[in-house]
């Protein structure tokens, strides 16, 4: 496997306060790790430091894809946010493919109509973010990421406003995806079970600051469904191996 990801020794400091206190990670091509932390433990700083969000003055190490630096926003990396983050006056066929206009770059016009279809989106199409379901605000932002076709993916809890039904429709879609279209890939998420059901990997931060726990290789292999991942002779033990890890992490900060 090659390397696609490297963070090392990343530290974030806000208004003096340690955020994240050299935390280092290497994650290879097509990997797609989850990581999970109990609340306010550096999560998202994380994310957001990978994604070339955060002012350079408040973080320094070293963030590299494919052996160039991570400092700013580009178009190699994409991120789907929690709260959709759809621009409210454009259509989910003008919000999907705002990134690439923005970038310059030919209308991927087959990808789209394929993401339309398997985010079953293309009857909504012409509708704006008011007029769609939490599902279909999100299916839209995950298509919007995906037609950049980027070198890495970075998911910030994208499912956490759905209702239970849709987010596990949607751990399938995604997992599909993924599958279908391997990918460099964080999710950052609450759920210990969508962490297990989506993972080749999953790292387990306490804090704050934050700080690595744990950092796991799944015993459950690809292809991964619900039913196959609940029903697999690992999961239980994976499961209380994480919870402890979190309960550790948590007592430590
Ligand atoms: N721009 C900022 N300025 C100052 N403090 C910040 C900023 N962004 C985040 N923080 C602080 O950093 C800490 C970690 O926040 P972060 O959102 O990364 O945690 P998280 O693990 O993602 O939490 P949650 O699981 O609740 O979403 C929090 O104490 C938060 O208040």
Redesign the pocket.
Known sequence: MTQSLCVEDVHVT??N?C?IDGLSLSVDDDEFVSIV?T????????LRALGGLLPNSARIGRTELHGSALQAPEPRVAMVFQHFGLFPWKTVEENILYGVRVQGRTEPRERMERLLEVMHLGHARKKYPRQLSGGMKQRTGIARALVLEPELLLLD?PLSAVDAITREVMQQEVIELIEAEPRTALL?T?DLDEAIIMSDRIVVLGG?PAHVVLDIRSPIERPRTLETVRSHPEYLGLRRRLWGALESGRAAA
Do not use: L, R
Not at 39 to 46: I, N, P, R
């Open positions: 806000f208004k306060t955020i932390g609340s306010g433990c550096g999560k998202t700083t994380f809890e950052v609450h704050p």
